[in-house]
């Protein structure tokens, strides 16, 4: 299914200030709004609190388009086939709770990132002055200029999520496997090609095509979507269709999804190869957290409990625990769990401190699953230049007066 047209930047700026208000966009060439922690504070994530990510420019459709979608699949399979969006939903639907998470959040902690994070908040400064003038196009001078500092080579990748790259949705749609099935995968089968209407900012080619192992197409939680949170999926988060991968990072979940090639070797499309840690592609992502409450900046009284809370995750094995401190790491106080709405699905923690000295005070949180749990520092950046998966324990500042 090919665009009926590339939106320019400005265009998709209006479009995420109008339907997302509360989230920061980035100072990056693509689209890319990130949701502040404190707005993460629910079981399923609002739609228009879901961050935004973009490779490249976003795709415009006409109705007649968006009406006569297909998605077609082919490759090695026995029987290649077309659905419209009609004719998937005859076929069955199936409705998962699941994280998208981007494997780029957290990378603004990487300590390389101190200095771009310092340039983009003093951009995006000057151009909040700027856009007061008649004259002046949004984010035109952070836009412009911060090419020249994203390539210096000691920072790692360039869009500076810090924890908002992340949100729980229900996603509803046929089970991919139900499609795969009918297609008759070949033996010779061993991963999954995803294709799409975005092109890259220079317009010559897809902004992003990856895949996934064909043990993963199979899970019967891999969906091919066309609702979010009840309701049909935004352009902005790839509608009217895109793939759901729980577990994976956001790469994985291919928006505007019009192809699936069946592929006998690992897909090798559009930034492929820069998806690895390691030389390896990144697949299921690392356990995670997010402190929701306090909001970064809290102020408490002395001998006031202070209630912390949020939501763990783990795309490799089920969240097992998540532990608090308030000294630096020296004790660690462990957190209540809430139920999980799905395996892949976040869970709540809370828990109450009591007793912090007055001064300056640093909340840790950091989770567990069955089979690690966060770290402590920043994961070396040896092997990882564009700083994925960066799932440092996670961290928010107040004082206690």
């Not at 992003?208 to 999926?233: F, Y």
Request: aromatic share 8%; with cysteine; hydrophobic share 40%.
């Amino acid at each position: 299914m090919a665009a009926d047209d590339q939106m320019g930047w400005r265009q998709q700026f209006s479009l995420s200030s109008e339907i997302k208000p509360n989230l920061r966009v980035l100072p990056t060439r693509e689209l890319n709004s990130e949701t502040p922690a404190e707005l993460l504070d629910q079981p399923v994530t609002p739609t228009d609190l879901l961050f935004v990510r973009n490779t490249g420019r976003m795709p415009a459709f006409s109705e007649a388009e968006l009406a006569n979608w297909t998605l077609t699949i082919d490759g090695c399979v026995e029987r290649p086939q077309r659905w419209t969006i009609d004719e998937l939903k005859a076929i069955g639907s199936r409705t998962v709770t699941a994280v998208l998470e981007c494997a780029g959040n957290g990378r603004a902690y990487f300590p390389c990132n101190r200095l771009i994070n310092l340039l983009d908040a003093r951009a995006m400064a000057l151009d909040r002055l700027l856009s007061r003038t008649p004259l002046a196009k949004p984010y035109q001078f952070a836009r412009g200029f911060r090419p020249r500092w994203k390539k210096w080579p000691w920072f790692a990748g360039t869009v500076m999520w810090t924890d908002g790259a992340v949100g729980c949705i229900e996603w509803t749609g046929v089970p991919l496997a139900a499609l795969l099935q009918r297609c008759g995968v070949k033996p010779s089968a061993v991963y999954t090609g995803h294709h799409s209407a975005d092109l890259a900012l220079h317009g010559g080619g897809p902004a992003l095509s990856r895949g996934l192992p064909v043990a993963k197409a199979l899970h019967s939680d891999t969906l091919v979507a066309w609702a979010m949170n009840g309701e049909d999926i935004p352009l902005v988060h790839g509608g009217p269709l895109r793939l759901v991968a729980p577990g994976y990072p956001g790469s994985a979940w291919q928006k505007w999804l019009g192809r699936i090639e069946i592929r006998d070797r690992v897909h090798d499309g559009r930034l492929k190869e820069e998806y690895r840690i390691d030389g390896e592609v990144i697949e299921e992502m690392p356990v995670n957290c997010v402190i929701t409450r306090p909001a970064n900046g809290f102020e408490i009284r002395a001998g006031q409990a202070l209630g912390v809370g949020g939501y763990a995750w783990s795309g490799r094995s089920p969240v097992e625990r998540v532990s608090v401190s308030a000294d630096g790491g020296a004790s660690w106080q462990d957190a209540s769990l809430g139920e999980q709405l799905g395996r892949f699905a976040w869970r709540r923690f809370d828990v109450e401190l009591t007793g912090l000295p007055p001064g300056p005070v640093e909340i840790m949180a950091r989770a567990h699953d069955r089979d690690s749990a966060q770290p402590l520092q920043s994961r070396s950046r040896q092997g990882n230049p564009i700083g994925y998966c960066n799932n440092v324990a996670r961290r928010t500042r107040g004082r206690v007066v």
